[in-house]
């Protein structure tokens, strides 16, 4: 790591502490040279490999700006379209892998998607997954309605 004042390649690290984000480390250091400190943060490549076999850093806007078109129209706040992002983001790290299939993205944003907005999710279910016709709409339908009646069914036990 180069001193960021006097260019010199030897620097100390003084302190290391993980970031709130828990995906960065903020290290502390010391330049040999000329003695000053500064800090670093260093986070960890997520790659997506396309179905090409190219490769390229994970994008949160990228998902973002995904999800956003098959909100159209919805009452769907950017904040949601962020913290989305966010728990799509959360979930492909937590696997602790740095190559993810452009496949697993997708999956990865079809739950979140689908507890914030059921037609938004429809929407990109049928882009992502190629619906072909009515019968993929449907059968997509049936198993929200399983879902949202196996949910009732646990918070009516809940209850009683």
Known sequence: MHCPYCQNPDTKVIDTR?????????????????????????????????????????????????????????????????????????????????????????????KPLRELDEVAYLRFASVYQNFEGLEDFQQAIDDLRAAKNAAGNEDGEADA
Not at 22 to 48: A, D
């Open 18 to 110: 993980i970031n709130e984000d828990g995906y960065s480390i903020r290290r502390r250091r010391e330049c040999l040279k000329c003695g000053r400190r500064f800090t670093t943060m260093e986070t960890t490549m997520l790659m997506v490999e396309k179905r090409s076999g190219n490769l390229e850093p994970f994008n949160r806007d990228k998902v973002i700006s995904g999800v956003r078109k098959a909100c159209q129209g919805r009452p769907i706040n950017e904040d949601d379209l962020k913290t989305l992002g966010q728990k799509v983001e959360e979930d492909l790290r937590s696997r602790g892998l740095a190559r993810i299939p452009s496949e697993e993205v997708g999956k990865a944003i079809l």
